[in-house]
């Protein structure tokens, strides 16, 4: 079974430009989650998708974003990018049981370079 | 939503018993207690999850009291390769999913 993939592995950026990083989860996984990380601050949570609805969302701001396909695929898009924004991004997916949750599966991540 | 407070970091050598513990004041009856292991530029991976006493797997134990304000991670006979940063999570298992990630526990493992 393909693990979670995120494309591209690594990215540069300008300051103001804007960036889309995708999220392929575990076949048949239809949550997909993102998370932020940087050495200060540990994982911050992005926000959550489930069938292609948001159902959670961290605190970051408007400029970041995302949305799922019907396949389940998921991107991220943040906009006027900053500095501060560079950073891990990293997707999980979980097919939700409502049960105990043992399936957050991570990718590898984006590694995003704003300069 | 139940915060984790876990040490900065650990020191051990090869063949030794790790523990790591983790507090968590604020678990919530429905909750349970997620250990997540990462490895440098890799996502984290899952080791082992319990709601009270204790869970064993091929990697790990886990040890719940039975207040549940507290857990421990036994990682036993540590290698090189279990170097790596370990965290705590406290799942909800409804439907709220918004995990509060700590900055975890960097285990450092020498020879």
């Known amino acids: 079974k393909a693990g979670v993939t995120q494309t591209p592995r690594y990215l540069i950026k300008t300051r103001g430009q804007q960036v889309t990083l995708s999220c392929s989860p575990i076949?048949?996984?239809?949550?997909v989650s993102w998370y932020q990380q940087t050495p200060g601050q540990g994982l911050q949570f992005l926000f959550e998708y489930f069938s292609e609805t948001q159902r959670n969302k961290g605190n970051f701001p408007g400029r970041f974003s995302g949305r799922q396909f019907s396949n389940s695929r998921s991107e991220m898009n943040v906009s006027t990018l900053e500095l501060g924004d560079s950073a891990l991004y990293l997707c999980?997916?979980?097919?939700?049981?409502?049960?105990?949750?043992?399936?957050?599966?991570f990718g590898s991540g984006t590694r995003l370079t704003v300069v | 939503l139940a915060k984790t407070t876990q040490p900065i970091s650990m020191d051990s050598y090869e063949g030794q018993e790790v523990n790591i513990t983790c507090s968590h004041n604020n678990i919530a009856t429905n909750d349970y207690i997620t250990w997540y292991q990462q490895f440098p530029s890799q996502g984290p991976r899952f080791i082992i999850q319990?709601?009270?006493?204790?869970v064993t797997n091929e990697v790990a134990s886990l040890f719940i009291p039975a207040d549940r304000k507290s857990s421990t991670l036994s990682l036993p006979r540590v290698s090189l390769s279990d170097t790596a940063v370990y965290y705590c999570?406290?799942?909800?298992?409804?439907?709220?999913?918004?995990?509060?990630w700590g900055l975890g526990t960097s285990l450092a493992v020498n020879p």
């Open positions: 999980a997916s979980r097919e939700p049981t409502g049960d105990q949750d043992y399936g957050y599966t």
């Open positions: 319990g709601y009270k006493t204790k």
């Open positions: 999570l406290v799942l909800n298992a409804g439907n709220n999913r918004k995990l509060i």
């Open positions: 076949s048949g996984h239809r949550s």
